[in-house]
Nanobody, 127 residues
Framework: QVQLVESGGGLVQAGGSLRLSCAASGRTFSSYAMGWFRQAPGKEREFVAA????????YYADSVKGRFTISRDGAKNTVYLQMNKLKPEDTAVYYC????????????????????WGQGTQVTVSS
């Protein structure tokens, strides 16, 4: 059974940094892409970033490009989202997700394309 467990959320001032972690278990993820999404109050869940477990290629939403970095540690089966220069508009619940990709190089940004989800972690950025 696949489990994704996020951690690392919290309260931070604008301009600060946080690192989110997503511990993955239950299968081998070498043919998966791991993604981060977020959902602010009253808004739809939106794509933030994704990484191919094999090879490590990455893809970002324009709103976070240059500020956020997604990475993975194969030994720990963990995906990270380093968030720098945080803004109040980054406030949201952040979710980790996994999607089976096989050998496809294409990144998907719709939540419907992802197979497994974590429970989310709250990030609050104060102004």
């Amino acid at each position: 059974q696949v489990q994704l467990v996020e951690s690392g959320g919290g309260l931070v001032q604008a301009g600060g940094s946080l690192r989110l972690s997503c511990a993955a278990s239950g299968r081998t993820f070498s043919s998966y892409a791991m993604g981060w999404f977020r959902q602010a109050p009253g808004k739809e869940r939106e794509f933030v970033a994704a990484i191919k477990w094999s090879g490590g290629s990455t893809y970002y939403a324009d709103s976070v490009k240059g500020r956020f970095t997604i990475s993975r540690d194969g030994a720990k089966n963990t995906v990270y989202l380093q968030m720098n220069k945080l803004k109040p508009e980054d406030t949201a619940v952040y979710y980790c997700a996994a999607r089976y990709t096989g050998s496809s190089p294409i990144f998907r940004t719709r939540q419907a394309d992802y197979d497994y989800w974590g429970q989310g972690t709250q990030v609050t950025v104060s102004s």
